[in-house]
């Protein structure tokens, strides 16, 4: 990848949702092979940030782009996005009653890498290996998605489509929030294995917990729809210590004055 | 027969006379059943004709039904193998062919030898078994009296068959029965009784399918029947050509601990007209309807439904799930009615409704007549569009659009496929459904 071609920044992004200005001039650069955490409080908008790198609807971009591998992504449709190698984690995955995971799965794969260029038995094999690393039961692909799913095993389905759809760039959307110690540290084994330095990842979190499973490279922190602060990932202990005042009330200052 | 002088309304379907009944029936008919037609061609007399001002056929006018366009189809005569074989054959132990050509009855497993199930012509059972024709055809299963096309089915039928289960026989894989049409400008009436004596088990599938471009009428009566402690799971896919019209009159009746499971499904025709009635008739009886719908293009589908509880202690349960497309109209109505005693009866009816896109229609009715207390009866019905953030996580997995619309529309219809009972049939249906959600990626 050339100098000049990002592999995925974000640009002065603005972006409102039912007219209300959420995200206020993001900026952003992950290269390939880092891991970046984001932190921040509720309705800082973290989410909504997720949500416009993978093109929701209902967001609306009113400034600023979002480049991935040199591409201008904001006119991309959501599957186009996924397609290209964009995952993201959802902090709260729907069901879909009637639509077993194994079908979902395989349409999935079928839509990202080519109808046909997996062949069914080797799809099966990929299948049942990576619920055994997640130390997910077979009887899995046969339930509808997420349908009766407890918060955990929603998080781990959501691995188990990264793992299965081998994105370039994922965005995970509080992923820990609500994990015990072991489900936790199972989907942080399902991460890791994406890691490595053709893959970009951003944590969204509030705890430094998932951070001591997950290493960033890099950290920053939104506040009201921008990035208040960015640093290494000494920073994640400074604010799971002191919170975000003192962090708001000097980037107020530096913006403000 | 009478000789009042009829109104317009009280007429019927052009061609369906004393001249037809004759022929139709006639001599060449076994007594019995020439007088069961000769009495409901009087009880078909005598019914108006459906109006569009009739609160029933007000969603779908009768005028939808190019009645004069039709000729009666002659009654089927047996021919070595009406159809050719299918591979949905081998998972019965009877399969039933019909066609234009005559009807087929082919005995797999022996099981007809055996004198444990009989599976015959109307005729042919009229002549080896008059005393169980005698009781079920026009008979048991009918709780309330005849509708217009209910008469006009038993007086006219053109192929009647006629299933018997001995008490506490256990049918393995039960009877299939595959009616192909393709003479245009025909008119077909299949009349279906099927009685599954106490603590017998069977499943029934019929499958029916014409051309796209033969204009065709069916009117389809069955009276299916499921003594004490009997089970009856039956399903009927009905694929007709975009240019089939199709009245369907139907009833099921359980008795004690009978367990009565039946899905209907409707994909093709032009214009359905469906009833179906199920009686849960004693204690402890128990129903489980199911169907699906899904009108396309300028499909008309209307289904109706009675859940009738004559006696305390019953249950009963229906899921019915339509889908509305392009131009395509849908009416659901159901009604649950617990008769004056029915004391702990147990009614549930759901209907939900899916509606593709501006300019398709469904309408939904849901009700309930009840005279007893004491009881437990809900009912309810959707209706909605496909879920906004549903269709965004199957997108944001790399599912197009159309794709993710499909595996939608197909997930909202797989609680009641799940209740077919054979897997060629599920999965048929699926491809259906995904068929007419549309091309396109
Ligand atoms: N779909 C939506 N409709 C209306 N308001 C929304 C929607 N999504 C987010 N918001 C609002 O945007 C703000 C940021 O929310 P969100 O991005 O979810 O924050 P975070 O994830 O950081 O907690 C909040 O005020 C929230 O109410
Ligand atoms: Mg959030």
Known sequence: MSEQLPF?????????????????????????????????PNGSGKSTLSNVIMGHPSYEVTGGEILFQGRNIIEMEPDERARAGIFLAFQYP?????????????????????????????FIKEMRENLKFLEMNEAFLNRFLNDGFSGGEKKRMEILQMLTLKPSLAVMDETDSGLDIDALRIVSKGVNRMVGPNFGLLVITHYERILTHIKPDHMHVLIDGQIAMSGGPELVKEVEKNGYDWIRARFGKEVLV | MTTVQLTPEAAGLPGFDETLLARIGGAAEPALLQEKRAAAFAQYRELPMPQVRDEEWRRTDPALFPFDRFAPSPRLAPVPRALAASPWDEEFDVVVCVSDDGFS???????????SLVVLSLADAATRHPALVERYLQGAARVKAPRKFSALGDAFWTFGLFIHVAP?????????????????????????????????????????????DAEL??????????????????????????????????????????????????????????MVSCDVHEPNAQAYLSGLFFANDNQHVDQRTLQLHSAPHTYSNLLYKGAVKDQGHSVYQGIIDAAPGAIKVDAYQMNNNLILNEGARADSLPGLEIDADDLKCS????????????????????????????????????????????EFMRERVREDVRRKCGEGA
Do not use: C
Request: net charge neutral.
């Open chain 1, 8 to 40: 995925f920044e974000i640009r002065n992004l603005h972006a409102k949702v039912e007219d209300k200005p959420i995200l206020k001039g993001v900026n952003l650069v992950i290269n390939p092979g880092e891991t970046h955490a984001l932190m921040g």
């Open chain 1, 94 to 122: 729907v069901a879909i009653p009637g639509i077993s995971v194994a079908k979902f799965l395989k349409s999935a794969a079928d839509a990202r890498f080519g109808q046909g260029a997996i062949k069914a038995s080797e």
């Open chain 2, 105 to 115: 009855i082919h005995d797999r497993t022996g099981l007809l030898n055996s004198g």
């Open chain 2, 168 to 212: 506490r026989v256990v049918v393995p894989n039960g009877v299939l029965i595959r009616y192909q049409h393709r003479a245009a400008g025909k008119a077909v009436l299949p009349h279906l009784v099927a009685a599954v004596s106490d603590e017998a088990q069977l499943t029934i599938a019929e499958y029916y399918e014409s051309p796209a």
């Open chain 2, 217 to 274: 009428l069916a009117v389809s009566t069955r009276e299916l029947y499921a003594g004490r402690n009997a089970t009856l799971r039956a399903a009927s896919l009905q694929e007709w050509g975009a240019r089939t019209y199709h009245i369907g009159e139907d009833w099921v009746r359980a008795e004690r601990d009978a367990r009565v499971e039946w899905v209907t499904l409707l994909l093709g025709g032009q214009v359905s007209k469906m």
């Open chain 2, 379 to 422: 009912h309810g019905a959707t209706m909605g569009n496909l879920d906004e953030s549903q269709m965004f996580y199957l997108r944001s997995r790399g599912l197009p659009e159309a794709e993710a619309r499909r595996l939608l529309v197909m997930a909202f219809f797989e609680e009641v496929i799940e209740r077919v009972p054979h």
